[in-house]
């Protein structure tokens, strides 16, 4: 089984800052990561996602995140974020080998990424 | 073009009542998931459903949820007897392709079980 741990639940920038969300994750096999965005009263969209290849990926909005296995984490960051960043931000791993149910995504349980001026 | 779309937005009902939650996905797309968002404890896995294969249920957290996808298209969710604990965001994502985790999500229905 596989977990996703979001060690933040609130984190309080201020705009222009950096900021880095933590997302660490439990599996026995290799992994797809992805974070996801909700900004309120909306759906969650797609921010970035990694399959393979270079652990640095990035994504829309300035965003990118790197897959660290031997740590068993993908921490998303942004050097300057805006006010239009605030938005609740979720990590999200599926297994590879889960049996052929890798569309099942497990979700941390979210960051509430505040930016204020 | 037409994102995911679900209906109603909010949805009130009393306690012991059913109530249905409609989701329609992007055209084309063959993959459909509902998942159950409730403050605090991030999404939680409902039912999938891919083209014409039977769907993966074993995210519904009692037998009192179905769904239903006709056509290949449209989704009902269900919940009969609905309970206070049932309420919570109901989100429906679909999917070009089952692999790679790029699901698009609609906005959602709000559940308020009173």
């Known amino acids: 089984a596989q977990s996703v741990t979001q060690l933040d639940s609130q984190v309080p920038v201020f705009e222009e800052a950096p900021v880095e969300l933590r997302c660490n994750y439990s599996s026995s096999v290799s992994v797809y990561l992805f974070w996801y965005v909700q900004y309120p009263n909306q759906g969650l969209q797609l921010l970035l996602k990694?399959?393979?290849?270079?652990?640095l990926v990035k994504g829309i909005n300035g965003f990118e995140a790197e897959f660290n296995k031997s740590q068993t984490s993908f921490h998303l960051r942004k050097p300057s974020v805006h006010i239009s960043d605030t938005a609740e931000y979720f990590c999200a791993v599926t297994d590879l080998n889960s049996g052929g149910s890798n569309y099942k995504l497990t979700f941390g349980k979210g960051t509430l990424l505040t930016v204020n001026p | 073009g037409a994102g995911v779309s679900q209906s109603p937005s909010n949805k009130v009902t009393e306690k012991g009542k059913d109530v249905e939650l409609r989701c329609d996905p992007i055209s084309g797309h063959t993959a459909l998931y509902w998942y159950r968002q409730s403050l605090g404890q991030g999404l939680e896995f409902l039912i999938y459903?891919?083209?014409?294969?039977?769907?993966?249920k074993s995210g519904l957290p009692s037998d009192r949820f179905s769904a239903e996808r006709t056509g290949g298209s449209v989704s009902t969710l269900t919940i009969q007897r609905t309970q206070q604990e049932d309420s919570a965001v109901y989100l429906c994502a679909s999917s070009p392709r089952v692999l790679l985790g790029e699901q698009y999500f609609g906005p959602g229905t709000r559940l308020t079980v009173t």
């Open positions: 990694y399959l393979s290849g270079s652990t």
């Open positions: 459903f891919q083209g014409n294969s039977a769907p993966d």
